[in-house]
């Protein structure tokens, strides 16, 4: 168990339609990271937080935002779904500011399956 | 540009064989961090080791060991006596200093193990 915990494990929903993950980090850890895994696109990184500001941004969707909140759990909201955004949904956390100087340790991710 | 090149996208093997997992990286930056992520059939991602760019030495637990070698950009990954747990897809990343904080991922290589 990393301690990263994400709900829900899984989603299923509609074409056009919004949903919102939830990333509760390890105890300490003050960065969260969202990382996208399909098939065609492999491991991809989204967004980081650190202390609820936004530190960097990847390869993220206009319809795709995120945030973190005081207690520092982080919500991704994906809107505007399309089939093409089924994918397992990754959040890790981390001490520091950056994983070049800590591990990172992730969640056991939401699959989310559009239809 | 940074990229990480998995060219083995699966290895089967038979229990107790030897097998060694390529990671190849390309980076500008003189400082950066090498990982090794396992992601079994459940889907978590697993950390496994974190090395950085001014500590070639190579690391033993257990039956893991990993072989860095900053002349052929190489990190590569062995499991001594394989056993059937080990079946996975192997994840080799990199993050560097300068360009950010983001893991960038290989493509991942499944291993397969058969008893």
């Known amino acids: 168990d990393s301690g990263v915990t994400q709900t829900p494990k899984h989603l299923i929903t509609a074409t056009g339609q919004r949903v919102t993950l939830r990333c509760s980090p390890r105890s300490g850890d003050l960065s969260v990271y969202w990382y996208q895994q399909s098939l065609d696109q492999g491991l991809q990184f989204l967004i980081q937080y650190y202390n609820g500001e936004e530190r960097a941004k990847g390869n993220i969707l206009e319809r795709f935002s995120a945030q973190q909140f005081p207690d520092l759990h982080s919500e991704l909201n994906l809107s505007s779904l399309e089939l093409g955004d089924s994918a397992l949904y990754f959040c890790?956390?981390?001490?520091?500011?950056?994983?070049?100087?800590?591990?990172?340790?992730f969640g056991q991710g939401t699959r989310l399956t559009v239809v | 540009a940074q990229k990480v090149t998995q060219a083995q996208t699966e290895i089967s093997v038979v229990e107790k064989e030897d097998v060694t997992l390529d990671c190849v990286y390309e980076?500008?930056?003189?400082?950066?961090?090498l990982f090794w992520y396992k992601q079994p059939p459940s889907g978590e991602l697993v950390f496994l080791i974190r090395r950085n760019s001014f500590d070639e030495q190579n690391e033993i637990s257990g039956r893991y060991s990993w072989n860095f070698q900053k002349s052929t950009s190489s990190f590569n990954f062995t499991i001594t006596a394989s056993q059937v747990v080990d079946s996975a897809v192997y994840f080799c990343a990199l993050s560097e200093a300068l360009a950010g904080t983001a893991l960038i991922f290989g493509k991942g290589t499944t291993l397969s193990v058969s008893s």
């Open positions: 890790a956390s981390s001490v520091g500011e950056g994983t070049v100087s800590t591990e990172a340790f």
């Open positions: 980076t500008r930056d003189t400082t950066y961090y």
